[in-house]
Every structure is written in C-alpha cells, then in structure tokens.
C-alpha cells in the first residue's frame, strides 16, 4: 500500500520560512513524480511544484525563486523549501506521487498525502 506523510507545516510570519518534508512509502519512489499542490480555505487545490525521476523541476508561477523543491531517493522523500513566505501562501500543503502529464495536472498523480498546514501571518 502507498503512503505519502507530510509534516513540516506551521506558523510563521511573513518573509519567513518553511521547510516541508513528505515521506514516501510502498511504491518504487525514484520511477515517480512527485509533487506539491496547496489549498487555500475556499479554494481550489492547485499546483505548486514537481520534480521528475529524472530530477527535473517545474514550479507555479507564484512561487517561483521563493520555493525550492527536492528529492533525496535514498530516503524516499520530498522536500519543500519555502522561503519569502506571504499569508497568500497560506494553505494545507499536499505531497503527490504519480507520471502525470502535463506536471502540473492533478489527475495524473494516483496517490496523496493527508496534508499538512501552513499559516503566513502578516
């Protein structure tokens, strides 16, 4: 059975910065994408950030040069570094894993994470 588990969410003021991890567990990790998608309260879920088994990364257009994703295949894991934060970015943080194609397109991941939140006061 495969599981993502986020943690790393939290509080923090704006400009600060966040460091999310997602561990992966019951499927090859490095033959996937993973990615990173968020949702705002009222909101849809969308896009932030994937990066290949061939290490390729692709960011939303937001978070581009704030947010930096990686991947460590010995630990089955993902990260999410996220610094400059704004309250825009508030929102429960989800990990994906999947061969989606476009990277960006929600269908293509088959499982999720529960989430994890985070809050950007102002």
């Known amino acids: 059975q495969v599981q993502l588990v986020e943690s790393g969410g939290g509080l923090v003021q704006a400009g600060g910065s966040l460091r999310l991890s997602c561990a992966a567990s019951g499927r090859t990790f490095n033959m996937y994408t993973m990615g990173w998608f968020r949702q705002a309260p009222g909101k849809e879920r969308e896009f932030v950030a994937a990066v290949t088994w061939t290490v390729n990364t692709y960011y939303a257009d937001s978070v581009k040069g704030r947010f930096t994703i990686a991947r460590d295949n010995a630990k089955n894991t993902v990260f999410l570094q996220m610094n400059s934060l704004k309250p825009d970015d508030t929102a429960v943080y989800y990990c994906?894993?999947?061969?989606?194609?476009?990277?960006?397109?929600?269908?293509?991941?088959?499982?999720w994470g529960q989430g994890t939140q985070v809050t950007v006061s102002s």
């Open positions: 994906a894993s999947g061969r989606p194609f476009p990277l960006d397109q929600q269908r293509g991941y088959d499982y």
